[in-house]
């Protein structure tokens, strides 16, 4: 089984966890340049005895505020099984996960939820939005289970979808929408609460080309503009063109990571 699938199902689980409102569970937002992730020693072994397997095998990983980074890697290398640790939503058997200097192995479940909350957003490559609800509700989700008032709801929502190009389309539905458009509310409901990260599975994997290239866009423009840092898995070279650092997995251990100018893509 493909660890995408628990990162899917968790997310959508974990909405419905009773929040304390403002809850911003450990503390001040990172500046640009300061460390953010900091992975030492990282195993995952799953399953047992004979039937085991080393899905991570010491990976260590630094990422600073503010960066751009393509998770690139053949199948099976560990990407997914990664980006379910470093979402909080899996645990590395062995070695340590730093996040704003936090341990995050120390944190209970609720601890890890809160911190997921507060400072993550999650972007699919299958968009998980509700259907037959509205963009505009769609993105509320995260701030209902949040506990802020309907006002405020409604505000930041607006914002969030405005700052995705969709002003004017709040009251449309997924159906009434295109796939293009269905994952742009699904970034917007991914920063609707101003996360630190956005950690993204193949977002562009569902989409055509020119689909693909306003996503990346977008993507690029929320990263420099807003300095969310985002971690993207994609088998694309087009599409980790728009990042400015690609870190390869293969057999579970990082093979390479190099830094790149930020293309165009396509
Ligand atoms: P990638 O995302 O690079 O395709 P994954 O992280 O999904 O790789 O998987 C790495 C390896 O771990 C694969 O061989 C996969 O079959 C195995 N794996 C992933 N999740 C599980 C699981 N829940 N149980 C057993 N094996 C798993």
Redesign the pocket.
């Known amino acids: ?4 699938h ?1 990162l899917e199902r968790t997310r959508l689980g974990a909405a419905g966890a009773p929040p304390a409102p403002h809850d911003h569970a450990a503390g001040a937002p990172v500046a640009v340049g300061e460390p953010l992730i900091r992975l030492r020693g990282v195993t995952k072994t ?2 047992m005895g004979t039937a085991s ?1 080393q ?1 991570l095998r010491g990976v260590d990983l630094d990422i600073k505020a503010g960066e751009f980074v393509a998770v690139m ?10 980006m379910n640790i470093l979402g909080c939503l899996d645990t590395p058997t062995s070695g340590q996960y730093q996040f704003r200097g936090v341990p995050v192995e120390k944190l209970s479940r609720d601890q890890r939820a809160r911190l997921r909350r507060r400072w993550l957003g999650f972007v699919f490559q299958g968009f998980n939005l509700l259907a037959r609800t509205s963009a505009q509700e769609n993105v509320e989700l995260p701030l209902l289970y949040r506990g802020e008032k309907a006002a405020d709801r409604h505000a930041m929502a607006r914002r969030a979808l405005a700052a995705v190009g969709l002003a004017g389309w709040e009251h449309h539905t997924p159906a009434e929408l295109s796939g293009g458009q269905q994952q742009r509310v699904a970034i917007a409901r991914a920063i609707v609460c101003e996360p630190a990260v956005l950690l993204a599975d193949e977002p562009t994997g569902n989409l055509d080309s020119q689909r693909s290239v306003e996503i990346m866009e977008l993507l690029r423009q929320l990263n420099e503009e807003q300095q969310i840092t985002v971690l993207m ?1 994609t088998h694309e070279p087009d599409m980790a063109a728009y990042a400015r650092r690609v870190v390869r ?1 293969v057999d ?1 251990l990082v093979a390479s990571d190099v830094a790149q100018q930020a293309g165009s893509g396509g």
């Open positions: 089984m493909s660890g995408t628990a799953y399953g397997f899905a890697g053949p199948s099976g290398s560990g990407k997914s099984t990664v898995v997995f579970g």
